[in-house]
């Protein structure tokens, strides 16, 4: 299983993929967003940062994964306080705690 942690904004995203211990952070324009969905499986578990454009990135990804979870910046505050804030790093921290099934729950998972 993957766990994939996004970092949009409303020029491009940053993305990571991690499996086991291993991980592989990308950032992506997002007029690319097609080509990211095709690196998508169907067993793949998305955590992603809730945003002005989340709703239309969860309803792009939506039935393409196992799992997605938005999270809200304010309640997770790995993100919201971290001295070192970046696009990769964010969607790195959001890939790991997902994995640990260490983030809040929302209406956007698995129906």
């Known amino acids: 299983m993957r766990y994939i942690g996004v ?4 020029v491009m995203f ?4 991690r499996e086991g211990d291993r991980e592989t952070i990308t ?5 690319e967003l097609d080509s990211f969905k095709k690196t998508l499986q169907k067993t793949d578990q ?3 940062e809730a945003t002005g454009m989340t709703k239309y990135f969860v309803g792009q990804i939506e039935g393409l994964v196992e ?6 910046p304010h309640q997770f505050k790995v993100i ?3 001295v070192k804030k970046t696009d990769r ?3 790195q921290m959001l890939a790991l705690f997902l994995q640990k099934g260490m ?3 929302s209406t956007y998972e698995e129906r």
């Open 46 to 48: 998305v955590a992603v």
């Open 67 to 72: 799992k997605v979870v938005v999270v809200n």
């Open 89 to 91: 790093r964010d969607a």
């Open 103 to 105: 983030l809040p729950l």
């Open 14 to 17: 940053a993305f990571c993929v």
């Open 7 to 10: 970092d949009l904004h409303k």
């Open 27 to 31: 950032t992506y324009p997002r007029d």
């Open 80 to 82: 919201s306080e971290s």
